[in-house]
Structures are given as C-alpha cells and as structure tokens.
C-alpha cells in the first residue's frame, strides 16, 4: 500500500516531506533540484538561465563538485557573488 504525504514547497527551492505528521528525509528532495536535473536533461544552460522563486525571489544557479546550487536575491550578495565568479562556479 502507497503511503500518504503531506508536501510542502518552500520559496527557496526546498521540499519537506510529512508521513503521520513525520518529517521524512528518505523523499525529500528539493524541487528545484527536479526542475534542474529536468532541464539540463533538455539543453538548458542552468547557469545562464534566470530563476524566478514562486514569492519573487530571483536565484541565481551555480555549479559545485556535488551537483547545483543557488544563491537567493544574488543583487543583495554582491561579495558572495563575487567570490562564486572568482572560483569559477559560475562558468566561463
């Protein structure tokens, strides 16, 4: 028998996974992390492309050695930004 869930989508890309009111790790993954495995699968460029977060939030995606990540409101973390350009996170 499947189970049921309670999901929830977060802003900043994230997902939580309730089972009997339970938070459950073991299907958790955030779902931003689908819709980029998705469209890199469909020749997106990850990096170059603009993400618009569902509250208005802007997210600007960077690569690492375990997969993507993302950094929310990148205008508001010029130096995090700078620092990500500078160790090549974000491409050529």
Do not use: C
């Not at 999901?7 to 993954?29: C, D, R, W």
């Not at 050695?65 to 409101?73: A, E, K, M, S, V």
């Amino acid at each position: 028998m499947k189970k049921k869930a309670e999901v929830i989508f977060f802003p900043n890309g994230n997902t939580a996974v309730l089972i009997n009111g339970q938070q459950s790790s073991k299907h958790q993954e955030s779902w931003i992390s689908h819709s980029i495995k998705f469209l890199e699968e469909n020749g997106i460029d990850i990096i170059g492309s603009k993400f618009k977060l569902p509250n208005g939030d802007t997210a600007q995606m960077f690569k690492t050695d375990n997969g993507y990540n993302r950094l929310i409101n990148p205008e508001d973390h010029p130096d995090q930004l700078a620092t990500l350009k500078r160790l090549g996170y974000l491409g050529q």
